[in-house]
């Protein structure tokens, strides 16, 4: 049996830890995240504009971190949500948890990659240090999905209920962003600049999806009001 049984409060202390560790993981990596962002070094005799343009070398590295800071804090809220629920736990959870983990673990190394390759011109040019970035976020939003699909799914008694409308936008909003940089790729191919613009469509998606489940929520309370009233 994959199903771990131990007594309700010992249970309930080993979920707590789960969440606890990969609370810790979220945190540890969204804050190495800013270790490759460097203070400009100029000479005492420097003028403005030579602290500028050494500023402006720092410009693709400080769009990558609040780039991956924001997708760190995607995942971590998505993982937050989600684990309300659970109450409960199995080793087959444990480990797509850490493997999950593991993906958001190496996100700043793969951000330092697509950071440091996308300073010049001929940077941009080149696709491989932005497609390990971009399998790295891809890879994320699988086991997300992933995870989420174990979570809810009712036959591993992990969660005692869980809203339909949560389990079916949930899965959308894991894909989203994985897709969205899919095409960010295959358009770098064609334009790297304009490729990566494509990146900033995901906070329009995410919104739209937002308006949708609360949208749906409403229709789904008002159906449900209605129903009372006539019992």
Request: net charge positive.
């Amino acid at each position: 049996m994959d199903q771990l049984q131990h007594h309700p409060h010992k249970q309930d202390f080993q979920v707590e830890r789960l969440i606890f560790f990969s609370d810790a993981v979220f945190a540890i990596a969204i804050t190495i995240l800013v270790i490759d962002l460097k203070v400009p070094v100029v000479p005492e005799s420097a003028t403005e504009q030579d602290f500028l343009n050494e500023f402006a070398k720092q410009i693709p590295q400080i769009i990558g971190f609040v780039l991956s800071f924001f997708i760190i804090g995607i995942y971590w809220t998505a993982h937050h949500n989600l684990f309300g629920y659970v109450i409960n736990y199995t080793k087959k959870l444990l480990w797509i948890n850490l493997v999950f983990l593991f993906t958001i673990v190496i996100m700043p190394f793969t951000t330092a990659i697509y950071s440091e390759y996308s300073v010049t011109e001929g940077h941009l040019k080149l696709i491989s240090p932005y497609a390990i970035y971009v399998f790295n976020v891809c890879f994320s939003g699988i086991m997300n999905f992933i995870l989420l699909t174990y979570v809810t799914n009712p036959k591993n008694k992990i969660t005692e209920f869980v809203p339909e409308n949560y389990v079916k936008y949930g899965k959308i909003r894991s894909l989203v962003t994985p897709v969205i940089f899919l095409i960010s790729l295959l358009v770098c191919l064609l334009s790297p600049g304009i490729g990566r613009m494509i990146l900033f469509l995901i906070p329009f998606a995410m919104a739209y999806i937002g308006r949708k489940i609360r949208k749906s929520n409403l229709i789904a309370t008002t159906i449900s009001t209605k129903k009372q009233k006539k019992e």
